[in-house]
């Protein structure tokens, strides 16, 4: 694991909601291009992704971004992200990067490189940097359900998403799991809140440049160029 630079603005801010939000994959399905580094409007995916889950968090707590496949490429399409935090668009919400070196072995291990990186002692999601629909009002709409449970996962018409907010006590146990673990094998035991609001963007990743296309279109009004 190496831990690249920490962006954070000067002002102490007060414990919050964490993110751990994951950008390390093959992109296996898209036909030799990294989907997020695809436009999504004047941003790319990977910008818009992270931008909003920066949002979402209302000016504190954390975002760590777990890197891996095309990492030079992901962080300088993350570069206008990164201004922004340094000028002080997002509070006091810290923004780091970790790099997952073994990100090919599947998402659990980019999963536990992101958690063993992020701070302890506060809840904290796990989200994916291709769920361009998602904003910050999807992160922000799920932290008041979290009281009494381990986990808040999101559904669309029974269909489960992200991000999934889990309680801080999840961190260790992440951690202490086997490489063949999965998130939904760890999850499927625990106390958790399933909310259904039929919201399609808690499921619309993007996983082929169909997805893509159809994505953007919705979104824009047109396909994308």
Known sequence: MRLTKTYRQKTKGRNGV?????????STRMNGRQKLLLPWGDETVIGHCVRQAMLGLGGSGEVTVVTGCDENDVMEALAPVIKQQEEGCFGTTKLQFVHNAHYQEGQFSSTRTGVSAMSGGQPFFISMGDLPLVTAVHYSKLVPLLEGYDAVRPTCNGVPGHPVLHAAK????????????TMRGLLAPKHMKAPDDGDIAWISDIDTPEAYRSLYTLTFGRPPS
């Open 18 to 26: 964490n993110t751990v939000l994951l950008a390390a994959g093959l």
């Open 170 to 181: 999840l961190r260790d146990e992440i951690l202490m799991s086997p490489a063949s673990a």
